[in-house]
């Protein structure tokens, strides 16, 4: 501790006040960061530590090693692996650290505080390494066995510079870039432009069960000899380092290794001057000028005399968050692309199996569009428990409003304006893969109807208020692949059997949907009458 403190203090830093910083930064961070709370307490004491985010990029490790060792060749093993590690760990910081180059809170709290913007840089920095090493050490550490055995210790022990090295240089690198814009676009603008590279990039990981195998044998075949082509890739830059530790010696890895060394010294010096307090008050002035506010629609004013006041309260808030809130929109938009690619990757074996035809496991290849059938609107559940602006939700608090009937009406909106124009959505795949309408008509309507009573079973299992919860580091980015995880264990192995008794004559089916559908009339009303005391206990978080 000691030489850490020592280390700090080199770094023009006061030791103790970047102790108390750092801790209190984790601590807040870490509150109550388990995605699935399972009706649990809103707050608990103390931190807690998201296992289950770390176990599903634990898992994602695993692939990335199989992966590695399935690569032909030290440089372009290492190039795989280093390449995942920074698109997830970029992946991370861009959904899950919306603060992680500067608050403008920051400066309300600290600026009258005897704090030095070198100590801020620091204890900041210091906050989001934390966060993307563990994060980059559970994706990439085990890579290095693979390594060891197949090309000995020397490689292995380069790796373990080459790892921490990437993980160190995407951080800074987009601290820089998202500061940098900040200089010359408007905060609200890049917040939307950010939106759209974070749905690029959430699509890119859930399309990594076709590209995956697809870049697999692609470099299966290829010359693993490092090219200067490859300098276009900076986690190229740092797999050089494993070729020059084995002694095979390249002008091409050797100019890698100065471009990782050189671009991490000057980001490094760069984000130390984005990272400070003066920063922070400059960008808390451009955040306080709000944009113009949109005319309201002519289905917005109808809107008053169709939907009940708790409906259109819901209304607002989603149209509200909708524009502002760079999480709830990635959340929305996500789903579609999401679900054509699955399209894809079942396509892959030929045409979709209609369901009535290829009863039960027969239709595996449907498996991936069930999963995201069934646990997207799940997902844009989640997505509306929380917002950057949760403070605003002491309005729920403090009027004698019907909390139960608040958190039924946000059911009602999802399967309204999003749940319903998904499931046509997903009646015009199946209507073009299975070539018969009535099939893919009432296999979508299985479907929307499975997901409705799956959002009334969340809302009666951990009710939250709209948009009352602040958004968790490591949260968003597990609940995504923890929801993969559970929804393909239900979708594969509980789902089939389900569907080959309700389509086995038509008499069943045309039960079946009718059953659901008087279970996702009567649910509401049932989860309304559990739900009045557990949501009068909730508790504002701001």
């Known amino acids: 501790m000691s030489l850490l403190r020592r280390a700090i203090r080199a770094l023009g830093a006061d030791d103790a006040q970047w102790l108390t910083l750092t801790r209190a930064m984790l601590k807040t961070d870490l509150r109550s960061a388990s995605p699935f709370e399972l009706g649990m307490s809103q707050e608990r004491e103390g931190p807690e530590i998201p296992w289950l985010p770390l176990l599903m990029y634990g898992a994602m490790g695993l692939m990335i090693t199989g992966g590695a060792g399935m690569v032909p060749g030290l440089f372009l093993s290492g190039l795989f692996s280093l390449s995942m590690v920074t698109l997830i760990v970029a992946m991370v910081i861009l959904l899950d650290f919306n603060s992680v180059v500067i608050s403008p809170d920051d400066y309300e709290i600290l600026a009258y505080q005897p704090v030095s913007s070198r100590t801020y840089f620091v204890s900041k920095l210091t906050n989001v390494l934390v966060y993307t090493g563990i994060v980059g050490v559970l994706l990439g550490g085990l890579t290095v066995l693979p390594l060891l055995i197949q090309y000995g210790p020397a490689p292995a022990a380069a790796w373990l510079v080459a790892l921490p090295g990437v993980i160190m240089w995407t951080s800074l690198a ?3 870039t998202y500061a940098a814009l900040l200089r010359v676009v408007r905060p609200e603008r890049l917040r939307r432009v950010l939106s759209y590279v974070q749905l690029l990039l959430t699509t890119v990981i859930f399309a990594w069960p076709l590209l995956g195998p697809m870049a697999l044998d692609w470099l299966a075949v290829r010359d693993y000899q490092p090219s200067a082509a490859f300098l ?26 100065l471009l990782a060394t050189g ?61 502002h809130d760079t999480r709830f929109r990635l959340g929305v938009l996500g789903i579609l692309p999401t679900t054509v690619i699955y399209v894809f990757l079942s396509l892959s074996d030929g045409t979709l199996p209609d369901p009535f035809v290829a009863r039960g496991f027969e239709a595996a290849r449907l498996l991936l569009i069930h999963m995201v059938a069934l646990g997207g609107p799940l997902m844009l559940m989640q997505s509306l428990r929380q917002s950057d602006s949760f403070r605003a939700a002491w309005i729920f608090f403090s009027t004698p409003v019907d909390r139960a009937g608040i958190v039924v009406r946000t059911g009602y909106c999802v399967i309204l304006f999003f749940l319903l124009p998904y499931t046509v959505f997903v009646a015009a795949i199946f209507a073009w893969a299975f070539q018969d309408v009535w099939h893919a008509a009432g296999h979508a309507a299985m479907l929307g109807l499975l997901s409705s009573l799956v959002l009334q079973v969340s809302l009666l299992w951990a009710p939250r208020l709209p948009f009352s919860e602040p958004p968790r580091k490591a949260q968003w980015s597990g609940t995504v692949f923890a929801a993969m995880v559970i929804f393909g264990i239900f979708v594969g192995l509980i789902l089939p059997p389900l569907l080959h008794m309700a389509y086995s004559t038509t008499a069943r089916t045309l039960g079946t949907l009718a059953v ?18 557990r949501v009068e206990r909730l508790e504002f978080a701001g």
Request: hydrophobic share 50%.
């Open 263 to 323: 671009s991490t010294a000057a980001l490094l010096l760069f984000v130390g001057r984005r990272l400070s307090l003066t920063y922070a008050e400059r960008l808390g002035a451009l955040t306080e000028v709000g944009e113009a506010s949109p005319r309201r629609s002519r289905f917005a004013r109808n809107g008053r005399r169709i939907f009940s006041a708790e409906s259109r309260v819901i209304q607002t808030l989603v149209r509200g968050n909708f524009r």
């Open 232 to 257: 276009l890739l900076p986690p190229a830059w740092f797999a050089g380092i494993l070729p020059l530790a084995s002694g095979e010696w390249s002008r091409v890895a050797g100019s890698g290794v």
């Open 516 to 533: 659901l559908a008087v279970a996702n009339v009567l649910a509401p009303a049932i989860v309304r009458r559990a739900l009045g005391p």
């Open 174 to 176: 987009l601290i820089f």
